[in-house]
């Protein structure tokens, strides 16, 4: 079974947290972070779930500011029982349909090879690195999706 992917709601935080706890360990978000993104839906975020009854993924976007036409995604996880299942494929194009005619952007750790594979997948171009971006020196890749009609 496919999980529904949705808009994420109040009542999801506490999962969400947990969630991003499994997923990046030390390099989770603190509670308060998730607040704030809480704080911004709709005004310049979305925050899209994958649902199995319990959440399962997610992914976090930054849309654009005034007069900009960049789509930035923030974070994107999903549990490691469910990875290689086409969860984060599904999150991914839930989130690049939000997305018509703008470019997006994201970061990812250069040795996250499986991630990078599935952005590639999506049509994603490396454009930039981050040199020791990340903590314990790790490069940062910079990618970018333009739709393409």
Request: charged share 25%.
């Amino acid at each position: 079974m496919r999980p529904a992917i949705r808009a994420a709601r109040s009542d999801d935080q506490a999962e969400l947290v947990a969630l991003d706890e499994l997923c990046f360990g030390p390099a989770a978000w603190s509670t308060g972070a998730w607040a704030d993104e809480f704080d911004r839906l709709s005004e310049d975020r979305v925050v899209l779930v994958a649902d199995e009854g319990a959440l399962v993924g997610y992914v976090v976007l930054l849309l654009p500011q005034v007069a900009l036409d960049v789509v930035e995604v923030l974070r994107i996880a999903v549990t490691p029982a469910e990875r290689r299942t086409g969860i984060g494929g599904q999150l991914l194009t839930a989130a690049l349909a939000r997305c018509a005619g703008r470019t997006v952007l994201l970061e990812v750790a250069a040795s996250n090879e499986s991630a990078i594979g599935l952005y590639r997948g999506f049509g994603f171009e490396e454009i930039s690195r981050r040199s020791g971006y990340y903590g314990g020196g790790e490069d940062a890749v910079i990618m970018r999706w333009r739709e393409t009609v």
